[in-house]
């Protein structure tokens, strides 16, 4: 069973910036679709991801509010992808997760696999 973890959550100022990591128990990331969905204090999570990556066709996609200001990497030799944020405001705070969907025997033929979260906190 693939696994992941997230890290690099933590408290940073308006305006800053921080790059959380998501590592996979192993090599997952070069197919299929990985998503990062957040959770903010008090809220249920969100349903629908912030961002998207298909790695194997080149495709990245954000939404609105992360546009411009969110960008996901990956690093194939740590089986990790980092999400860098910039500009943060405190509307970001959040737990933010990492998902990737890994083929199995389901009856959907994939499973999307999460982190525990991580917590960032920006403050005003």
């Known amino acids: 069973q693939v696994q992941l973890a997230e890290s690099g959550g933590g408290l940073v100022q308006a305006g800053g910036s921080l790059t959380l990591a998501c590592v996979a128990s192993?090599?997952?990331?070069?197919?299929?679709?990985m998503r990062w969905y957040r959770q903010a204090p008090g809220k249920p999570r969100e349903s629908r991801e912030f961002?998207?990556?298909?790695?194997?066709?080149?495709?990245?996609n954000f939404a609105d509010f992360a546009k411009g200001r969110f960008t996901l990497s990956r690093e194939d030799a740590k089986n990790t992808v980092y999400l860098q944020m910039k500009d943060l405001t405190p509307e970001d705070t959040a737990v933010y997760y990492c998902?990737?969907?890994?083929?199995?025997?389901?009856?959907?033929?994939?499973?999307?696999?999460w982190g525990q979260g991580t917590l960032v906190t920006v403050s005003s």
């Open positions: 998902t990737q969907d890994v083929i199995d025997d389901s009856p959907q033929g994939y499973t999307e696999v």
């Open positions: 192993r090599n997952i990331f070069t197919s299929n679709v």
């Open positions: 961002g998207a990556a298909l790695w194997s066709e080149g495709m990245m």
